[in-house]
């Protein structure tokens, strides 16, 4: 089976310089010294647990884990969001978005408690996951007519969701991030799916459900998920977004045919739209976002509009 897939190279023009004219010499200038440019802020996922408040400092001290790439396990003391206090209880884990400005200083934001209970099903669900792309091997990609992966992950409001969740219906499901620059990208593709809710709706389609989920899971986690859809006026009723451990989401890259690679600021990634109906099977694929609502909704059985 053939299909089409297509690598976002965006950003990549190739820059040249202008007046690179040799001046003419006459007299010798000692060269000005090099300023490095201030480093910019930069963000980072932490988990950890909270060890004690300092009302006077307005602080927060914190158990973290490993933050890869950026700083091992310690204890180390944060400013926070006074907002997300009541979020933040002694002795109780969380995750939230560390931001280091460049200049010493490191402040949490979008803070969330972790449910214990529901972190070890996803990671059980992450665990079930990736023994089952192992086995597959190079056969992991699943054909229309396959049985979707069995997954779980968290939505927007903080639920684990599981694929089996959806068994009777109808679901359509798409990768994006939400720090995607490209307009003809993900933002492009959430457009596409409000669409097609809106229109579903409109012409009494019962039994479906909208899901994307993030190709930046370190960043979209539910709080900033549920902030994205809030931007956009979306209806959540029927339209979850999902995140989850990268090991996963990876996974369900491999397995759904989706390819995703590092940029500079930005991550170069195909889309792929999938359509899968009551029993969990894969029916229909379209790659790109260039589709319109009716493409699906003939398939999920809409009268003609």
Known sequence: MTRSRFVLFAGLALLTLAGCTRPEKKTATPPAPAVAAPPGPKEYALCGEVVAFSKERGTVLVKHDEI??????????????PADQGKLAEGKRFRARLVDDGKGNLHLRAAEPIDEVKEQ?????????????AMRGKEAYREIGETAPQFALYNQDGDVVAINRFRGQRVVLNFIYTRCPIATMCPA???????????????GVKNLQLVSITLDPAYDTPVVLKAYAEARG???????????PESAVRDLLHQFGVIVEPGDNFLKHTLSTLLIDEQGKIVHRVDGTAWAPKEFLSRLGA???
Do not use: H, W
């Open 189 to 203: 593709s959430t457009s596409r799916m409000m669409d097609l809710q809106r229109v579903a709706r409109e012409l």
């Open 121 to 133: 099903q996803v990671k059980a669900a992450a665990g079930l996951l990736r023994q089952d792309t």
């Open 234 to 244: 979306i209806d959540t009723a029927n339209f979850n977004f999902l995140t989850g």
């Open 68 to 81: 890869p790439g950026y700083m091992p396990p310690m204890t180390m003391e944060f400013t926070f969001e």
């Open 303 to 305: 009268p003609a509009k």
